[in-house]
């Protein structure tokens, strides 16, 4: 995580930040539209808090963006082979019906930092940020809901996140009560388990 933590200075992004910086141009219309126009809006009405690595040497210089807020995996809508599976993770001293995580609802990087591994390094600060005993609620699970694109999906399982439905004719029926013949899928819901730093630890 060396370029993000030693070159890029962590802040809440603010109608300040925005006025002050060069918008973050992330190449994809609909990822820029957001963090120029709506993060904000998302913060006030308290749907989600949007935070960027901008740059030391040069603060008006956004590197990356991201979006979190609060979510939970709902097991007792899973199947239930998926379902006694996410049950196998965590204690059995109160059966819960849903599982505390935050979720990564954007995450944007700069055009001319692509290809630096930067996502990836966002992606780890947020695990150890959820992870760490500062964290002032459970969080059990970083969630997000990946562009259904090869490429998307294999850049998530690189960083250790697993699809929720193991097919997605299972997260079709059981999200949109459609199978793969009527729809197709424009997200695949995935997820981190937190748990693992712990044992990496060990």
Wanted: hydrophobic share 35%.
């Amino acid at each position: 995580m060396a370029f993000l933590t030693e070159q890029c200075a962590f802040f809440e992004m603010t109608e300040d930040i925005l006025v002050t910086c060069q918008p973050l141009e992330c190449g994809n219309a609909d990822l820029d539209d957001f963090f120029r126009n709506d993060a904000i809006r998302y913060a006030y009405y308290l749907m989600g808090k949007t935070y960027c690595f901008r740059l030391k040497s040069n603060p008006a210089k956004i590197v990356c963006a991201l979006t979190v807020s609060n979510d939970s995996i709902r097991i007792y809508d899973l199947p239930r082979s998926r379902r006694d599976y996410m049950k196998s993770l965590t204690h059995h001293e109160k059966p819960l019906r849903r599982y505390p995580g935050v979720l990564i609802g954007r995450l944007g990087v700069g055009v001319e930092f692509a290809g630096k591994g930067i996502g990836s390094e966002a992606l780890d600060f947020v695990k150890g940020w959820f992870y760490s005993s500062s964290n002032k609620t459970g969080c059990r699970f970083v969630i997000v809901d990946a562009v259904n694109e090869p490429r998307v999906v294999a850049f998530y399982e690189k960083n250790g996140f697993r699809p929720l439905f193991s097919t997605e004719e299972q997260e079709l029926a059981y999200t949109i009560g459609k199978t793969a013949t009527d729809a197709r899928l424009e997200t695949r819901l995935m997820y981190f388990d937190l748990l693992k730093l712990r044992k990496e630890e060990k």
